[in-house]
Nanobody, 113 residues
Framework: QVQLLEFGGGLVQAGASLKLSCLPS????????MEWYRQAPGKHRELVAI???????NYADSVKGRFTVSRDNAKNTVYLQMNSLRPEDTGVYYC???????WGPGTQVTVSS
């Protein structure tokens, strides 16, 4: 059963922007912290950004100042705005609901140099 779904990834040039979306089920989304992870080829899965139900956020040092996580509670949607993309940002990006340890299937982001 699909509980989370990510989309918005793609192949872009360094310096470009992408906006990812995560659509959890209403029960998963409601009043819960949501997270974005990514996994580059041959590397561990890395926590990128966190957003609480209140809107409070935190980011990995590697993306601070470039990425912005947000949520639209009326639409049950979480976003990750990714600016000034670098080749090292390449990977599969996953939406995660830590309360339920629920993961989406991921969306591929590839940044060429």
């Amino acid at each position: 059963q699909v509980q989370l779904l990510e989309f918005g990834g793609g192949l872009v040039q360094a310096g470009a922007s992408l906006k990812l979306s995560c659509l959890p089920s209403a029960s998963i989304f409601s009043r819960n912290t949501m997270e974005w992870y990514r996994q580059a080829p041959g590397k561990h899965r890395e926590l990128v950004a966190i957003i609480a139900s209140s809107g409070n956020t935190n980011y990995a040092d590697s993306v601070k100042g470039r990425f912005t996580v947000s949520r639209d509670n009326a639409k049950n949607t979480v976003y990750l705005q990714m600016n000034s993309l670098r080749p090292e940002d390449t990977g599969v990006y996953y939406c995660h609901a830590p309360r339920f340890d629920s993961w989406g299937p991921g969306t591929q982001v590839t940044v060429s140099s």
